[in-house]
Structure formats: structure tokens, C-alpha cells
T-cell receptor, first 114, second 115 residues
Framework: EPEVTQTPSHQVTQMGQEVILRCVPISNHLYFYWYRQILGQKVEFLVS????????KSEIFDDQFSVERPDGSNFTLKIRSTKLEDSAMYFC????????????FGPGTRLTVT | AQTVTQSQPEMSVQEAETVTLSCTYDTSENNYYLFWYKQPPSRQMILVIRQEAYKQQNATENRFSVNFQKAAKSFSLKISDSQLGDTAMYFCALLFTSGTYKYIFGTGTRLKVLA
């Protein structure tokens, strides 16, 4: 069964460094998302991406964040200058555009900013 | 504002018993879907059950069923014959069928199944 993959599973970085979180969505899916979950808290929407552009972004998704789908396969989230409060689990999800409206989640990347 | 509320931060249930997790939401939209996701210790998000708002019939998936009360904006999850593997965080989520199809999640309920 196709699945969403994410790399790395765990990333440790120093404050102020740039990180790139990578996702490979399911190949025939059309909509892509990043969500964030700070430890012990709820899952929060960051950004949605459709037709090679951002379709919606949350208040959390400020100028430090960017997303790309560089090669039609990967979907990346870049944080330019990490802060301590960026420490969280980041989930990628994709959705084929069907009426099931089910998003398929990757296993997540745990980002630790020290 | 569109919000999802889960008022039970933690619950426990004896193995083989039944437990109900509550979820309420607030929206003025008419066209939406509701979901329950399970997040075990591995942190993977796993779909448990889905309910279309236009359907009056409550969704069921094996031991999992929902009580969907559209007028009350309530969407509770019932787990029957609870198993140790049901121990997890459970999130209720709301999705609108217009716009970007993003999920709006509740704060979660941590369920522990006791042997």
C-alpha cells in the first residue's frame, strides 16, 4: 500500500540554523500539507500546497518558513533560522482530491532545536 | 471562529469494556467531514473513522462507532470491547469541503486501556 514517507525521523539542530524537512507524498495525490505538533499539544495546520503553490498558510507559517515541491516527488519544509519554540513533531500529509477527504500522514519528523 | 473541542484530556477504561470520547465543534458551514485519528506512542497518525456531515447515519468501523449529532455539533467516538492496543491519543478533526481541505484538530484525549 502506498504511504507518505518523511526524512529524517529525528533532526537536532542549533538555534539559528536552517533545517529542511523532507516528505515524499503518495504519487497520485494532489494536495499536500504540513502540520506541527508541539510535544503534548494538539496538531496544528501550517500550510497547504496545491498546483505548485501555497493555497493557505496559518499564522504560525511566518517568513521563516517556506515550502517547495522541487521535482514533482519531494515536498519540503524549510525553516530558515530555527528558534527553540520550533521544537516539535512535523507531519507531512497528502490527499488525492477524492470525496473521501482523507489525508494520509507520514510518520513525522521530530525536530529538536537546542 | 471554527474550533474543535475535546473536553476530556485523559480517560481510562478496563480491557473489554466500552468507552466514549467526546468532541464538539463550532462552525457555521454546512458542508464538512469529521474524523477521529488515533496517535499511538509511535506518534503516527492513523485514521479511525470518518463521518460525512450530510449523512444522518452514524459511521461504524468494527469496534469503533460515532454518535454524530449535527444540531448539537457533537461527534463522540465509542470504542467497544477495548483492547490494550487502543491505548493512544485520540484526536477529533474537522474538514470543510470547500477551500483547502485542511484539518482543524481538537486538543486530543489520552486513552489508557487497563489490563
Amino acid at each position: 500500500e502506498p504511504e507518505v514517507t518523511q526524512t529524517p525521523s529525528h533532526q537536532v539542530t542549533q538555534m539559528g540554523q536552517e533545517v529542511i524537512l523532507r516528505c515524499v507524498p503518495i504519487s497520485n495525490h494532489l494536495y499536500f500539507y504540513w502540520y506541527r505538533q508541539i510535544l503534548g499539544q494538539k496538531v496544528e495546520f501550517l500550510v497547504s500546497f496545491y498546483n505548485n503553490e501555497i493555497s493557505e498558510k496559518s499564522e504560525i507559517f511566518d517568513d521563516q518558513f517556506s515550502v517547495e515541491r522541487p521535482d514533482g516527488s519531494n515536498f519540503t519544509l524549510k525553516i530558515r533560522s530555527t528558534k527553540l519554540e520550533d521544537s516539535a513533531m512535523y507531519f507531512c500529509a497528502s490527499f488525492p482530491g477524492t470525496r473521501s477527504y482523507e489525508q494520509y500522514f507520514g510518520p513525522g519528523t521530530r525536530l529538536t532545536v537546542t | 471562529a471554527q474550533t474543535v473541542t475535546q473536553s476530556q484530556p485523559e480517560m481510562s477504561v478496563q480491557e473489554a469494556e466500552t468507552v466514549t470520547l467526546s468532541c464538539t465543534y463550532d462552525t457555521s458551514e454546512n458542508n464538512y467531514y469529521l474524523f477521529w485519528y488515533k496517535q499511538p506512542p509511535s506518534r503516527q497518525m492513523i485514521l479511525v473513522i470518518r463521518q460525512e456531515a450530510y449523512k444522518q447515519q452514524n459511521a461504524t468501523e468494527n469496534r469503533f462507532s460515532v454518535n454524530f449529532q449535527k444540531a448539537a455539533k457533537s461527534f463522540s467516538l465509542k470504542i467497544s470491547d477495548s483492547q490494550l492496543g487502543d491505548t493512544a491519543m485520540y484526536f477529533c478533526a474537522l474538514l470543510f469541503t470547500s477551500g483547502t481541505y485542511k484539518y482543524i484538530f481538537g486538543t486530543g484525549t489520552r486513552l489508557k486501556v487497563l489490563a
